[in-house]
């Protein structure tokens, strides 16, 4: 017997925003906009259901990033970061029963809207250069555990990578080629967690189609968009985000 989707409509009100918003910000256009969909769609079910029915969806969406940005990576940048973000995987797994999903998002929160101010309060010179080699070991690291427990990986990594002042395209696709080896590491552990389940998954077939109009959409505006406005819509996404993150985190207390 085939396993039957959520109907309930309340649930696609929000899945099917934040869904094309995870798919705008794969695209790199307005990126840290993706953190928002696990925190909308957990209006309509658990953090740990809308973090599973994610799954399938973020597999299409990396493959289709992987396709668009083709030969845009910075190689050095992804290689560095990776293993540390899977370690940051690691511990997500391990730790995933022991921590409150909304905790850790709104701590995300709080130390994306620090940076925020500091880059606002105090500009960094032209001349500075960007953060150093351990601050991105703990930022990757911490990018990996957040997206592990609440697909909320972007915002501490765009706090290493924003600094480097990369090209719009070469900053998407070295996050789409880290992000894919991160949300491939994590369906064993989502598996052996018992976070699939069929019910889910049919209910993620329904959301498959918003997946390449959400990148494609996003890939559109990124390879037309000027570097200075492509960064101000990255912070707006950023802030956004750090404060629904934040209100998640102050709720669950």
């Known amino acids: 017997m085939l396993a039957v989707p959520l109907t309930d409509p309340w649930f696609y009100a929000v899945a099917v925003p934040a869904v094309l918003l995870l798919g705008i910000s794969k695209s790199g256009f307005g990126a840290g906009f993706g953190s928002l969909a696990v925190p909308m769609m957990a209006l309509a079910v658990s953090v740990p259901q809308a973090a599973?029915?994610?799954m399938p969806v973020l597999l299409?969406?990396?493959l289709l990033g992987l396709a668009a940005f083709r030969g845009q990576v910075d190689k050095?940048?992804?290689l560095f970061l990776l293993p540390f973000a899977l370690l940051g995987t690691l511990a997500g797994t391990l730790l995933f029963r022991a921590v409150n999903p909304d905790i850790v998002a709104g701590l995300v929160g709080v130390l994306t809207l620090v940076f925020l101010a500091q880059r606002l309060l105090f500009p960094p010179r032209k001349d500075q250069p960007p953060p150093g080699r351990v601050w991105g070991a703990l930022l990757g690291f911490t990018s990996g555990f957040t997206s592990f427990v609440a697909h909320?990986?972007?915002p501490p990594v765009n706090a290493y990578v924003i600094?480097?002042?990369l090209p719009p395209l070469v900053f998407t696709g070295s996050m789409a080629y880290l992000f894919f080896a991160i949300n491939l590491s994590k369906w064993l552990p989502y598996a052996w967690l018992g976070l699939?389940?069929?019910r889910g998954l049919s209910?993620?077939?329904v959301l498959l189609p918003l997946a390449p109009l959400g990148v494609w959409m996003g890939v559109r505006l990124a390879r037309v968009i000027r570097p200075e406005l492509f960064y101000r819509i990255i912070y707006v996404g950023m802030f956004l985000t750090?404060?629904?993150l934040v209100q998640d985190g102050i709720g669950a207390l």
């Open 52 to 54: 599973a029915i994610l």
């Open 60 to 62: 299409v969406m990396d």
């Open 76 to 78: 050095g940048l992804v």
């Open 152 to 154: 909320a990986g972007g």
């Open 163 to 165: 600094p480097r002042k």
């Open 196 to 198: 699939l389940d069929w």
């Open 203 to 205: 209910t993620s077939l």
């Open 242 to 244: 750090g404060i629904k």
